[in-house]
């Protein structure tokens, strides 16, 4: 603990009082009755001004000695959990393709009684075109084929109706009369099948091609 200049003034003006005031407690030459005081006392008052100045020096002047402060502890940063990526547990599985309940495959044209692609104008043959049932259900009488374009002339049969029914995986055949044309070159004729109500069955499209010659029938 420090004190300060004045303090310790004070220190030595109540040592100094003491010392005067011990040594005249003796026995004095002159007559002239001095009162006494008790030396005791006086030390005793002058040690609890000390002591209270002391007490009031330490309040205005306090220790520069720091407390000590608590060392906050670290937090710990929270670790986040390791995700493991989950698996399905079902195995997607394929739509199933649903097959359209009327549809058709084209399967073949050809000529009868002889598979010919040449013939001479005016020449007489039948043409046949094949289709498949491909549907779900089954086809009723009326089925009809028709004659939709054609490049060169048209000499076959325009339209045919089915005069049978036909099941799912079965296939049909229209048989068509047709002849040789009188123009020379190439003819190609497109067919379409339709429904009874007259709508258009989905894959019921085929074509049948063939050349006119010059010649004479064999």
């Known amino acids: 603990m420090r004190f300060s200049r004045s303090f310790t003034g004070k220190i030595f003006v109540i040592l100094a009082l003491t010392s005067i005031l011990l040594p005249g407690c003796g026995p004095s030459a002159t007559a002239?009755?001095?009162?006494?005081?008790d030396p005791a006392a006086l030390v005793a008052a002058a040690v609890g001004t000390l002591r209270a100045e002391m007490t009031a020096e330490a309040l205005r002047n306090p220790s520069a000695t720091p407390i000590p402060?608590?060392?906050?502890i670290p937090s710990k940063t929270p670790v986040p959990p390791t995700q493991t990526p989950s698996v399905p547990s079902e195995t997607p599985t394929s739509t199933a393709t649903t097959a359209p309940a009327i549809s058709a495959k084209f399967l073949s044209?050809?000529?009868?009684?002889?598979?010919?692609?040449?013939?001479?104008?005016?020449k007489k043959f039948g043409l046949a075109m094949r289709f498949m049932n491909t549907g779900t259900i089954a086809w009723a009488p009326g089925y009809r084929l028709k004659l939709v374009g054609f490049e060169g002339e048209v000499t076959v049969q325009p339209e045919l109706e089915l005069g049978v029914g036909v099941e799912p995986g079965k296939a049909a055949e229209f048989d068509l009369w047709a002849f040789g044309?009188?123009?020379m070159g190439m003819h190609v004729w497109y067919f379409q099948l339709y429904?009874?109500?007259?709508?258009?069955?989905?894959?019921?499209?085929?074509?049948?091609?063939?050349?006119?010659?010059t010649g004479h029938d064999d």
């Not at 002239?32 to 005081?37: G, I, L, Y």
Request: hydrophobic fraction near 25%; charge should be negative.
């Open 32 to 37: 002239v009755p001095v009162p006494t005081q």
């Open 69 to 72: 402060s608590a060392t906050p």
């Open 109 to 122: 044209a050809g000529t009868f009684p002889e598979n010919k692609r040449e013939y001479i104008p005016n």
């Open 181 to 183: 044309a009188e123009m």
């Open 195 to 213: 429904t009874p109500e007259g709508h258009p069955v989905p894959g019921g499209y085929g074509s049948f091609s063939y050349t006119a010659v």
